[in-house]
């Protein structure tokens, strides 16, 4: 849920309810541009869902200072520049949709490319089209692709990066 209070208020989490400034929130959707920021590095940025390791849901506040570092760690580890075009297979609620379909390009100027439901035939059709330079997921998501009908090695020829995660990988999984 989220709560507009009055201009002068911080942006905050109260009783699981966000907190929004209202004047700038009003502003910024009239396309004014914002003049200091609303909030603290320390403020939180967004909730999200997860069962993380232990399987039990739960759900983590993920502070501004959190978003924008792990946003800047993306284009520093992956060398990422604007001319870079990511296939974003997770859903805007999970971390990783929140990354690099929202905080990476923002951060960047990086291509998001953002799937609706994942289908391996439908993801290869968006690497060719959109020239895809970036892939991330769990391993099913490259495997998926490179199982799609239709797959060539030159239907990849965009792909200069797979960033895996979320299960070991494997030697096979690399080759």
Request: net charge positive; aromatic share 2%.
């Given at each position: ?42 403020d ?81 059709e ?41 299960t ?8």
């Amino acid at each position: 849920r989220v709560f507009l209070a009055a201009p002068t208020a911080p942006a905050a989490v109260r009783n699981g309810v966000v907190v929004v400034p209202d004047g700038r929130l009003r502003a910024m959707a009239r396309g004014e541009p914002v003049d200091a920021p609303a909030s603290r590095p320390e403020d939180p940025a967004v909730l999200l869902t997860t069962s993380g390791s232990s399987g039990k849901p739960k759900t983590v506040v993920h502070s501004q200072r959190c978003l924008a570092h792990k946003a800047r760690q993306l284009s520093v580890l992956h060398g990422t520049t604007p001319d870079d075009a990511v296939l974003v297979p997770a859903p805007l609620s999970h971390m990783a949709g929140v990354l690099h379909a929202v905080m990476h390009p923002v951060g960047t100027g990086v291509k998001a490319v953002v799937m609706a439901r994942w289908d391996p035939e439908a993801a290869l059709e968006l690497v060719r089209h959109e020239q895809v330079t970036m892939l991330f997921g769990p391993p099913i998501c490259a495997l998926g692709i490179a199982s799609a009908a239709g797959f060539t090695p030159e239907a990849v020829r965009s792909v200069r990066l797979v960033s895996s995660g979320a299960t070991a990988i494997s030697e096979a999984y690399v080759h």
